[in-house]
């Protein structure tokens, strides 16, 4: 029998290994002026990082909300979901808060505005009304846009859950639905760093991605064998063609390539979650799966990995934080090979030592983290309690 891509209602160790990867990226991407930036995947394709963090945070709550629907019904599941809606709030203001009180900060040390680099200027000069905006949400500094459209996303769950009992195809319809809306009229929420702006993920466009996550957890959509047949050509083929459309070397050297990308991502493509963005995510992981597979049960044995992944919220926010200093020290120490790979080196430790301490205050151990990450003989499941927590 070949394998599928998920096994619904299973704990997979490569969700925790591809989250931790996206962890590492996220953290790259967001470093200001860091050239390792100019070699992550995503400058190779349509999609990135971004795609792959909220995938796999849909098909994480497939299995931390969606299942509690199905076994403990409506009530128990709107009261889990409204929980984690209630930390990721707080964590978004929290980092928000850091993130702002580290740029007001380092500009006294150094004389640099970062508070300009960051997006502050109009919440300086509105102090007021910036503050009313950053707790709604309808104001947020750079680089602080995922959180706030994950509380949006968390807020869509249950109703995609509770249209799920009746039919599957009722939250594809409306999850399909709802991006052909924002494809149509460019509908979009406001919010960014000053008024007249709109939020830079929409999340009406990117429900689509993380519901697509969320509906192969949940097994309403059924995933293709992981074999090297002919969708596995065509998806590499598409992969191959995406790379001179996209890598800097080529769309900077050749305008007619730059030109195609522009066309089928335009400015604000990113922000609507494109066709090409999508499909380039679904090829890429149905390719990188299918790579994978022969190796499937030893990536456990990447522990900073997957313990990385383990601990998303977490890592995410010190990858932020960890990030916007290394630029700060760039700044200082000027960005040389030497100083840029210190850097990136520096923030990977962090993430780390974030992952550690995170799993250390919720209790779990490296032992324990081990036998949860374990390959199981799929005769004898695990019960989900023994995982640790998938939305974490």
Request: with cysteine; proline share 6%.
């Amino acid at each position: 029998m070949t394998p599928s891509i998920l096994d619904p209602g299973q704990r997979d160790v490569r969700l925790d290994f591809f989250r931790g990867l996206a962890m590492f990226i996220i953290f790259i991407a967001h470093m200001p002026g860091n050239s390792w930036f100019l070699f992550i995947p995503a400058r190779f394709g349509f999609s990135s990082a971004g795609e792959l963090f909220v995938f796999c945070s849909g098909l994480a709550s497939a299995y931390a909300f969606g299942r509690v629907f199905e076994r403990k019904g409506a009530l128990a599941g709107l009261q889990r979901v409204a929980f984690r809606i209630w930390q990721v709030y707080w964590a978004h203001i929290g980092l928000a808060l850091v993130m702002i009180t580290l740029s007001l900060a380092a500009a006294r040390l150094t004389g640099i505005d970062y508070a300009r680099q960051l997006g502050l200027d109009w919440f300086l000069a509105q102090p007021a009304d910036g503050l009313m905006g950053l707790v709604s949400l309808g104001f947020t500094p750079a680089f602080l846009d995922i959180l706030p459209m994950y509380l949006v996303l968390l807020a869509m769950l249950p109703a995609m859950a509770l249209l799920g009992r009746l039919s599957h195809w009722l939250p594809l319809g409306l999850m399909a639905g709802l991006w052909l809306l924002v494809q149509a009229t460019g509908f979009n929420l406001p919010g960014g760093q000053s008024p007249g702006m709109v939020w830079f993920f929409n999340p009406l466009a990117w429900q689509a991605m993380f519901f697509t996550g969320f509906a192969f957890g949940m097994g309403w959509l059924k995933a293709p064998a992981l074999e090297r047949g002919w969708l596995f050509r065509l998806c590499l083929v598409f992969l191959i063609v995406s790379v001179p459309l996209n890598f800097w070397a080529f769309t900077e050297n050749v305008a007619v390539l730059g030109a195609i990308h522009d066309a089928l991502v335009p400015q604000d493509g990113k922000t609507n979650l494109v066709l090409p963005l999508y499909l380039h995510f679904l090829a890429s992981a149905y390719v990188v799966l299918v790579l994978v597979e022969p190796y499937r049960n030893r990536l456990h044995r990447a522990a900073p990995i997957v313990l990385v992944g383990q601990q998303a919220l977490a890592t995410f926010m010190a990858g932020i934080v960890l990030a916007w200093l290394g630029g700060m020290v760039l700044d200082a120490t000027g960005r040389g090979v030497m100083a840029t790979a210190l850097a990136n080196l520096a923030g990977f430790a962090g993430l780390l030592a974030v992952a550690a301490l995170a799993r250390r205050y919720k209790g779990g151990d490296g032992k324990a983290a081990r036998q949860k990450a374990e390959p199981r003989d799929a005769a004898r499941p695990v019960p989900p309690a023994a995982y640790p927590h998938p939305a974490e």
